[in-house]
């Protein structure tokens, strides 16, 4: 099988594709022929030693893939060989070859192509997660997406339409803001030239906003939180802007209103069941036409260090998938 490696915590660029053993399956665990697999954020935060994770060196990049079922363990009846599936694994994807627990993987409809199927555990499944179980969205609420163009904004702006919600879209140029709207947004924002309070004051009026899903941090946090509506919900979900904001916290005081983490990966793992079934939800709306992840380029696997490099630049609108 062929993998990309890190063998240091570096730069993208310094990732390399070599050649390994193709491993067996071990007890509740598949082994998985990688047709797509998703590149996002944390992916390049781990190769560099920035992420909450660091993996034992060395290690492959990749959290998750989709593709076909090649063998499977011992104690695995709900999967087969041959099966189409996609599996999160948090490391390992960019590779020919992905073993996978098999508890953390989803079999797939004929109908669900493998680079969609590949974006749906990780930037979905984070947005499933934050807008239903921590922000409680309703119908009928107003939603701001921060980064709306983004794998995890635009993700947002979908799922927030599929809620019954009232979307406000935010990115740093027209371009963004535009693709945000045709999947979507009912209102958009730059808020590189636009003050964002001001602008949401206008949008949202006294009542403000329900629902703040944030995957940006910096700078526009705390003119974000400030548009807040009472009882109004802050989601944590990372920092793709740079820097960790410090939101006083007499705002939340005032407004009533909560600031909430989104960590998705924990999340999976204590509850499984409960993320099964957003997943299952999500693969029925793609095959329904209710939601249409955006896949903006597809790069074979040696250009890896390159998608890596486009996703922390902020090159890169909807998702990006590599192609072992």
């Given at each position: 099988m062929?993998a990309?490696?890190?063998?240091r915590?570096?730069?993208?660029?310094t990732l390399s594709?070599t050649?390994?053993p193709?491993?067996?399956?071990g007890?509740g665990e598949i082994l998985l022929?990688?047709h797509?697999?998703?590149v996002n954020?944390?992916?390049?935060l781990m190769v560099?030693?920035?992420?909450?994770?660091?993996?034992?060196?060395p290690?492959?990049?990749g959290?998750e893939?989709?593709?076909?079922?090649e063998?499977?363990?011992k104690?695995?009846t709900?999967l087969t060989?041959?099966?189409?599936?996609a599996a999160?694994?948090g490391t390992?994807?960019?590779?020919t070859h992905?073993?996978?627990?098999a508890?953390?993987?989803?079999p797939?409809?004929?109908?669900?192509?493998?680079g969609?199927a590949?974006t749906l555990p990780?930037?979905?499944?984070?947005?499933?997660?934050?807008?239903?179980?921590?922000?409680?969205?309703r119908a009928?609420?107003?939603?701001?997406?921060?980064?709306?163009?983004?794998?995890?904004g635009?993700a947002?702006?979908?799922?927030?339409k599929?809620?019954?919600?009232?979307?406000i879209?935010?990115?740093s140029?027209d371009e963004?803001?535009?693709?945000?709207r045709?999947?979507g947004a009912?209102?958009?924002?730059?808020?590189?030239?636009t003050?964002l309070?001001?602008a949401l004051?206008?949008?949202?009026?006294?009542?403000?906003v329900?629902v703040?899903?944030?995957?940006v941090?910096?700078?526009w946090?705390?003119?974000?939180?400030r548009?807040?509506?009472?009882g109004?919900?802050?989601l944590v979900?990372?920092?793709?802007?740079?820097?960790?904001?410090k939101?006083p916290?007499?705002l939340?005081?005032?407004?009533g209103a909560?600031?909430?983490?989104v960590?998705?990966?924990e999340y999976?793992?204590r509850?499984?069941?409960g993320?099964?079934r957003?997943?299952?939800?999500?693969?029925t709306?793609?095959?329904?036409?209710?939601?249409?992840?955006?896949i903006?380029?597809?790069?074979?696997?040696?250009?890896?260090?390159?998608?890596?490099?486009?996703?922390l630049?902020r090159?890169?609108t909807?998702?990006?998938?590599?192609?072992?």
């Amino acid at each position: 099988m062929r993998a990309l490696t890190c063998t240091r915590f570096d730069q993208p660029e310094t990732l390399s594709v070599t050649e390994h053993p193709t491993p067996t399956p071990g007890p509740g665990e598949i082994l998985l022929r990688v047709h797509a697999a998703s590149v996002n954020y944390p992916d390049a935060l781990m190769v560099m030693g920035q992420y909450q994770v660091r993996p034992p060196l060395p290690f492959t990049p990749g959290a998750e893939a989709a593709g076909i079922i090649e063998a499977v363990g011992k104690g695995v009846t709900h999967l087969t060989v041959g099966q189409r599936a996609a599996a999160f694994t948090g490391t390992g994807a960019f590779a020919t070859h992905l073993i996978a627990p098999a508890a953390a993987t989803l079999p797939l409809p004929d109908t669900l192509e493998f680079g969609v199927a590949a974006t749906l555990p990780l930037a979905y499944g984070t947005v499933m997660h934050a807008l239903i179980d921590r922000g409680q969205l309703r119908a009928g609420e107003t939603l701001l997406v921060l980064g709306a163009a983004g794998g995890v904004g635009l993700a947002a702006v979908m799922i927030g339409k599929a809620l019954g919600a009232r979307v406000i879209a935010a990115a740093s140029t027209d371009e963004k803001l535009a693709l945000a709207r045709a999947h979507g947004a009912d209102e958009t924002i730059n808020y590189a030239t636009t003050d964002l309070k001001d602008a949401l004051k206008t949008l949202a009026g006294k009542a403000g906003v329900d629902v703040i899903l944030d995957p940006v941090g910096d700078r526009w946090a705390e003119s974000a939180f400030r548009a807040i509506a009472w009882g109004g919900r802050y989601l944590v979900v990372g920092f793709a802007g740079g820097e960790i904001p410090k939101l006083p916290l007499n705002l939340p005081l005032l407004k009533g209103a909560s600031v909430v983490g989104v960590f998705w990966g924990e999340y999976a793992r204590r509850d499984p069941r409960g993320n099964a079934r957003h997943l299952q939800q999500l693969a029925t709306w793609v095959t329904e036409g209710t939601i249409t992840p955006l896949i903006s380029a597809r790069y074979p696997l040696e250009d890896a260090p390159r998608a890596l490099r486009d996703l922390l630049e902020r090159r890169v609108t909807g998702k990006v998938i590599l192609t072992p």
